[in-house]
């Protein structure tokens, strides 16, 4: 799953160069600056809607972007857990990395199985994330921010 999603999130650049019409090595600068996903999907989606941009290009790449951020939730729980392996050989588990403040405490270290429901699941992220990197090239090639040799 991470190299489908920063191969896909890498897809970016070529929106950062587009839509400010600069070259890819300041768009790539740009990118490596902006160091999270949800500060680069804001960043593409503010230049996006800025005035005298095609209505168009707008809301196909607001679609994408939305896209992209409702396939982040797999990606991050997966990323951003521990995995804990049993040393009787029955199912590893994931240890989410997150802390939820509680009225009058705090949460952590919430586990779940890896299964075969789970494997399903990350095979369908997989799967989505690469229908998705189809979609941006598609969209990509169309608003002329590549061509389609550059693929």
């Known amino acids: 799953m991470n190299y489908v999603w920063t191969n896909t999130e890498s897809l970016l650049i070529h929106f950062i160069s587009g839509l400010l019409d600069i070259d890819n090595d300041k768009a790539v600068v740009i990118f490596l600056t902006v160091s999270t996903f949800r500060a680069r999907i804001d960043l593409v989606e503010r230049l996006v809607k800025l005035p005298g941009t095609?209505?168009?290009?707008?809301s196909d790449v607001l679609e994408l972007t939305s896209?992209?951020?409702?396939?982040?939730?797999?990606?991050?729980?997966?990323?951003?857990?521990?995995?804990?392996?049993?040393?009787?050989?029955?199912n590893p588990r994931t240890i989410l990395m997150r802390i939820s403040d509680r009225k009058t405490g705090i949460k952590?270290?919430?586990?779940?199985?890896?299964?075969?429901?789970?494997v399903e699941a990350v095979q369908s992220s997989i799967n989505q994330i690469s229908a998705l990197n189809t979609r941006i090239w598609a969209q990509l090639i169309s608003s002329g921010f590549v061509r389609a040799d550059e693929r």
């Open 67 to 90: 896209s992209f951020k409702q396939l982040s939730a797999t990606r991050n729980k997966y990323n951003h857990c521990i995995y804990a392996f049993d040393p009787d050989g029955g």
């Open 108 to 118: 952590f270290g919430a586990e779940s199985a890896i299964n075969q429901e789970t």
């Open 54 to 58: 095609p209505t168009k290009l707008q």
